[in-house]
């Protein structure tokens, strides 16, 4: 994180109690959780996370109150 300059936290679960919590069903798995922690989106395998799209969503939730 620290290399590529990311400013987003990342959390693991080494103990991997919240497989059973949020679901988990396979690797990889993205959970979007907004600023209440709230779980806003849930993505199963691989995605584009630089696609325009993608970007407008998170600067929507990133500009939420």
Avoid: C, H
Wanted: a negative charge; hydrophobic letters at 35%.
């Amino acid at each position: 994180m620290k290399e590529n300059g990311y400013t987003f936290p990342v959390y693991l679960n080494p103990d991997e109690s919240a497989a059973g919590i949020f679901g988990i069903t396979g690797v990889p798995e993205t959970f979007i959780i907004d600023k209440k922690g709230i779980l806003r989106n849930k993505v199963i395998g691989p995605a584009d996370w630089d696609s325009p799209r993608v970007i407008e969503s998170f600067q929507t939730l990133i500009n939420e109150p």
